[in-house]
């Protein structure tokens, strides 16, 4: 039987599939939208959570004074709580130790307790009208070591992108020896009364992503210390959220009124350093270097 040859355009279509070498298919291009990033907590990172009993931190190190400070209590660490606050602070001129307790919200805190205060080279003082700083460093005797107690309440009234800060402490000083004055280190002002108060003011803006940035001027009011003038100091105070965690903070006021040229370094109040916050159960507890920045 004869054998059909195969068709010219088979051969041709089996030739040209010998000779053939396709390139591999184009990869489709991704056109997928990637996640959004998570939406933060409207009243911010510690407002997040289930109340519980709790151990936290807001610990303070800046220029140049030391502030271990401890919290344990139940409810949002550092958002609304109540329970026991320890801490201590040490400076080149004193330490001091405080322990009580506190019941905090966002624009309400009460707070009371009892600290000791260990003076470096402050001794008590005799009674005069007025002090200078060599007064108060040169006078006979060791440095002052005593007992107070100390009230405090702290009001917030928000306001569109500022706030209205109002600070009220009332101080007893427990074992000051009857007749001497001291100059009271935590308020940087000398009193003759055992019991006193202070009065702190500050009206601050509120600016860059989630109101980070705090500014405004700080108004200090010692008064009722038994003195012939009260002290009044006034100075800018800012403070800027640099992650959920870590703060930076600084104020510096200058006496405008005072009984006592005690210059700058008796007479004024100024602070600047970082402040970290931590607590059990947290979200997402980071370190101090850790964290997505917040401004």
């Known amino acids: 039987m004869p054998v059909r040859p195969p068709s010219s355009s088979g051969a041709a279509e089996g030739a040209g599939a010998e000779r053939s070498d396709p390139s591999p298919a184009p990869t489709p291009l991704d056109t997928s939208v990637p996640p959004s990033p998570p939406k933060r907590p409207e009243n911010g990172?510690?407002?997040?959570?289930?109340?519980?009993?709790?151990?936290?931190?807001?610990?303070?190190?800046?220029?140049?004074?030391?502030?271990?400070?401890?919290?344990?209590?139940?409810?949002?660490?550092?958002?609304?709580?109540?329970?026991?606050?320890?801490n201590s602070i040490t400076t080149m001129e004193f330490t001091q130790v405080y322990a009580g307790v506190r019941a905090s919200t966002p624009v309400l805190d009460f707070a009371f307790g009892y600290r000791e205060t260990w003076s470096f080279g402050k001794p008590f003082l005799a009674p005069r009208a007025s002090y200078t700083r060599s007064d108060v460093?040169?006078?006979?005797?060791?440095?002052?070591?005593?007992?107070?107690?100390?009230?405090?309440?702290?009001?917030?009234?928000?306001?569109?992108?500022?706030?209205?800060?109002?600070d009220f402490i009332l101080v007893k000083n427990l074992d000051v020896p009857a007749g001497m004055y001291v100059y009271e280190e935590s308020y940087?002002?000398?009193?003759?009364?055992?019991?006193?108060?202070?009065?702190?003011?500050?009206?601050?803006?509120?600016?860059?992503?989630?109101?980070?940035?705090?500014?405004?001027?700080?108004?200090?009011?010692?008064?009722?210390?038994?003195?012939?003038?009260?002290?009044?100091?006034v100075g800018p105070a800012a403070s800027l959220q640099i992650t959920d965690h870590l703060e930076a903070q600084g104020a510096l006021t200058l006496a405008v009124t005072s009984p006592d040229p005690l210059g700058l370094t008796l007479g004024a109040y100024g602070v600047a350093g970082l402040r970290y916050r931590w607590a059990t159960g947290e979200r997402a507890p980071k370190l101090p270097w850790q964290g997505q920045i917040v401004p």
């Open 188 to 233: 940087r002002a000398v009193v003759a009364k055992p019991l006193y108060a202070v009065w702190r003011t500050a009206v601050v803006a509120r600016v860059l992503n989630e109101g980070a940035l705090k500014f405004g001027p700080l108004v200090e009011y010692v008064f009722s210390t038994g003195r012939e003038k009260d002290v009044v100091r």
């Open 137 to 166: 460093l040169d006078a006979p005797g060791s440095g002052a070591r005593y007992w107070s107690w100390e009230a405090e309440v702290v009001g917030i009234l928000p306001l569109p992108h500022a706030a209205i800060v109002a």
């Open 45 to 86: 990172y510690w407002s997040e959570g289930e109340p519980r009993w709790f151990v936290s931190t807001k610990s303070d190190l800046g220029t140049p004074y030391l502030k271990p400070y401890f919290s344990a209590g139940y409810g949002l660490p550092h958002f609304i709580w109540g329970g026991i606050d320890v």
